[in-house]
């Protein structure tokens, strides 16, 4: 099935969505360059959650339902108790540049994205690492030399992580070990001609994948193949699938990934699209 200009839209005039999570009946996200983490409901009305002065990105839960959240600018993960936001891990101390997307698995353990430089800042690339935080918010570095990485998903039996290389045009995959770590680093897929951002999984173990640079969200099975191709109203930087059924495809699109233009422009979309398959994994 290829999906094409098939979407609806939901929500407009946002700066940037990110880190889409579909949790406890409701849709999460993250408006970056507005700061605030958001709630939206099915007519499509938002609602403020918390505000991240130093702009929100990855969004995950703990078992016992603590919101996390990923602090970026100052590379922190941050655990909000009723209303408050405090600290839950400094990821600074490890390095590894910009924090940025997140996955948090059903042990709670966090899996975040270390950019390896400021992208909207316009620092020198360099690879980039995935920091792995405990429950209790102790951190450390589980893998490192990737390149730029993004979106990440744990698949449902709670065994493999993928996440998104985005300048490598690939998904990799790691074992999950029992202390959080991760071991067999593999491609999972190779996307040529696409940069592979948010990200999510679906019932039967595919992936649908955000890719901004080609325009497309792109279903991907172990391997490569692509099964759907969505193109949406604008530029798709993060994907997730939910509504009460699982099979509500939520697409975040914006005409800009730069922080200026983006509160200028407020061209930051939700669009959502019908999808066969249902939800799957984590998220």
Same mark, same amino acid.
């Given at each position: 099935?290829?999906?094409?200009d098939?979407?609806?839209i939901?929500? @407009?005039?946002?700066?940037?969505?990110?880190?889409?999570?579909w949790?406890?009946?409701q849709?999460?996200?993250s408006?970056?360059h507005?700061h605030w983490?958001?709630?939206?409901?099915? !007519?499509?009305?938002?609602t403020?959650v918390?505000?991240v002065?130093?702009a929100p990105s990855?969004?995950?839960?703990l078992p016992?339902?603590?919101?996390?959240?990923?602090?970026?600018?100052?590379?922190r993960?941050l655990?909000?108790?009723?209303?408050?936001?405090?600290?839950?891990?400094?990821?600074? %101390?490890l390095g590894?540049?910009?924090?940025?997307?997140m996955?948090?698995?059903a042990?709670g353990?966090a899996?975040?994205?270390?950019?390896g +430089?400021?992208?909207?800042?316009?620092?020198?690339?360099r690879?980039? !690492?995935?920091?792995?935080?405990? %429950?209790?918010?102790?951190a450390?570095v589980?893998?490192?030399?990737?390149l +730029?990485?993004?979106?990440s998903?744990?698949?449902s @039996?709670g065994a493999?992580?993928i996440?998104?290389?985005?300048r490598a045009?690939?998904?990799?995959?790691?074992d999950l070990?029992?202390?959080?770590?991760?071991?067999?680093?593999?491609?999972w !897929?190779?996307?040529?001609?696409t940069t592979? @951002?948010?990200?999510?999984?679906?019932a039967e173990? !595919?992936?649908?994948?955000a890719?901004?640079m080609?325009?497309?969200?792109?279903?991907?099975?172990?391997?490569?193949?692509?099964? @759907?191709?969505?193109r949406?109203?604008?530029? %798709?930087?993060?994907?997730?699938?939910g509504? %009460?059924?699982?099979?509500?495809?939520?697409v975040?699109?914006?005409?800009s990934?730069?922080?200026?233009k983006?509160r200028?422009?407020?061209s930051?979309?939700?669009?959502?699209?019908?999808?066969?398959?249902?939800?799957g994994g984590?998220p």
């Amino acid at each position: 099935m290829a999906l094409t200009d098939a979407t609806s839209i939901l929500l @407009d005039g946002l700066c940037f969505g990110e880190g889409p999570r579909w949790h406890d009946g409701q849709l999460y996200f993250s408006d970056i360059h507005a700061h605030w983490v958001m709630t939206v409901d099915a !007519a499509g009305t938002p609602t403020r959650v918390a505000e991240v002065a130093n702009a929100p990105s990855g969004l995950g839960w703990l078992p016992d339902g603590r919101l996390l959240v990923v602090s970026m600018d100052d590379s922190r993960l941050l655990r909000l108790e009723v209303t408050t936001l405090i600290e839950h891990a400094d990821l600074a %101390p490890l390095g590894r540049g910009v924090c940025n997307d997140m996955v948090v698995d059903a042990r709670g353990y966090a899996y975040v994205g270390g950019m390896g +430089f400021g992208f909207a800042r316009g620092e020198e690339y360099r690879p980039g !690492a995935i920091i792995m935080i405990t %429950p209790t918010g102790e951190a450390r570095v589980v893998a490192e030399d990737l390149l +730029f990485p993004n979106g990440s998903v744990v698949t449902s @039996d709670g065994a493999t992580l993928i996440v998104a290389e985005t300048r490598a045009a690939r998904l990799t995959a790691f074992d999950l070990l029992p202390d959080g770590g991760l071991e067999h680093r593999r491609v999972w !897929a190779a996307v040529d001609g696409t940069t592979p @951002d948010g990200m999510c999984l679906d019932a039967e173990g !595919a992936v649908w994948v955000a890719s901004p640079m080609s325009g497309e969200v792109l279903r991907v099975h172990e391997g490569g193949r692509v099964s @759907d191709r969505l193109r949406p109203s604008r530029r %798709p930087y993060a994907c997730t699938l939910g509504g %009460p059924d699982g099979r509500t495809l939520f697409v975040f699109t914006a005409e800009s990934h730069s922080p200026t233009k983006v509160r200028a422009l407020r061209s930051g979309r939700l669009e959502t699209t019908r999808v066969d398959v249902p939800a799957g994994g984590s998220p």
